[in-house]
T-cell receptor, first 111, second 115 residues
Framework: QKEVEQDPGPLSVPEGAIVSLNCTYS??????FMWYRQYSRKGPELLMY????GNKEDGRFTAQVDKSSKYISLFIRDSQPSDSATYLC???????????FGAGTTVTVRA | NAGVMQNPRHLVRRRGQEARLRCSPM?????VYWYRQLPEEGLKFMVY????????ESGMPKERFSAEFPKEGPSILRIQQVVRGDSAAYFC?????????????FGPGTRLTVT
């Protein structure tokens, strides 16, 4: 079993739709939860991070963490074609520098 | 303020040759991390370096792979006697001392193709 599981998709939605992405994990020591966006042939770019459980909102993006279920989500509201990218979840334990990544979900927003 | 720089962006090597990948961290960053991304897989941690020190190389294959971060100059990931299975995208990230995990900034990657 992989430490972090993420459905690779692909996911195709019309412009303006809500995009819902999620990851599950097995390591209960994880406390930092990150979402990265990766455009084709580029490096990952940090979108949001959350520490421990709860929700965090930043503009059109909302990140949720449910530690009891070992489940994290990212929602993108009012999606735009420029949101078309691969979205990677990543996690880390406190005082650990190693990031454990999911495989990434490829999202296409159709104009 | 330049971000993390990696070169070359694309590298083609024949089986048995050596590959050298370079990473220049962001200005003010002294910690470097290398990750490998295989097709259809997430990034996998390889090695964590500080200037002149390898802190953690637990993700590095035991043979043929080495990394360094000298006092002057970029960090180098070296792969000797490359094989087809080494074909992947190699990403470098950097951070400042004491930074939390989300403080790693990634470079654009080097895409290695072994023919």
């Amino acid at each position: 079993q992989k430490e972090v599981e993420q459905d690779p998709g692909p996911l195709s939605v019309p412009e303006g739709a809500i995009v819902s992405l999620n990851c599950t994990y097995s390591n209960s020591a994880f406390q930092y939860f990150m979402w990265y966006r990766q455009y084709s042939r580029k490096g990952p770019e940090l979108l949001m991070y959350t520490y421990s459980s709860g929700n965090k909102e930043d503009g059109r993006f909302t990140a949720q963490v449910d530690k009891s279920s070992k489940y994290i989500s990212l929602f993108i509201r009012d999606s735009q074609p420029s949101d078309s990218a691969t979205y990677l979840c990543a996690m880390s334990a406190p005082d650990d520098y190693k990031l454990s990544f999911g495989a990434g979900t490829t999202v296409t927003v159709r104009a | 303020n330049a971000g993390v720089m990696q070169n070359p962006r694309h590298l083609v090597r024949r089986r048995g040759q050596e590959a050298r990948l370079r990473c220049s961290p962001m200005k003010g960053h002294s910690h470097v991390y290398w990750y490998r991304q295989l097709p259809e897989e997430g990034l996998k941690f390889m090695v964590y370096l500080q200037k002149e020190n390898i802190i953690d190389e637990s993700g590095m294959p035991k043979e043929r792979f080495s990394a360094e971060f000298p006092k002057e100059g970029p960090s180098i990931l070296r792969i000797q006697q490359v094989v087809r299975g080494d074909s992947a995208a190699y990403f470098c990230a950097s951070s400042s001392p004491g930074q939390q995990p989300y403080g790693q900034y990634f470079g654009p990657g080097t895409r290695l193709t072994v023919t």
